[in-house]
């Protein structure tokens, strides 16, 4: 299980201007190598996210890029 956090830049269309949403959720390690590892997680989690990041269960975090989803 990893812990997955997301940023979005949103346009605000009544005050004008730009502006940064985050989100979280959580996600399984299905595969991995010793430069890659390939997490499963919910597409509401991952849509439309500008950064990932998964945090592992020793507390590092890592930068993600989503790769596919339906």
Do not use: R
Not at 13 to 30: D, P, Q, R
Not at 40 to 46: L, R
Not at 57 to 63: E, G, H, I, R
């Amino acid at each position: 299980m990893v812990e997955i956090t997301t940023s979005k830049v949103q346009t605000n269309s009544f005050f004008g201007g730009n502006y940064v949403t985050s989100g979280a959720g959580s996600g399984v390690v299905i595969a991995q190598s010793e430069q890659y590892a390939f997490i499963v997680t919910n597409y509401h989690v991952v849509e439309g996210a500008t950064k990932v990041q998964i945090t592992l269960t020793d507390k590092t975090v890592l930068d993600a890029e989503y790769l596919d989803g339906d």
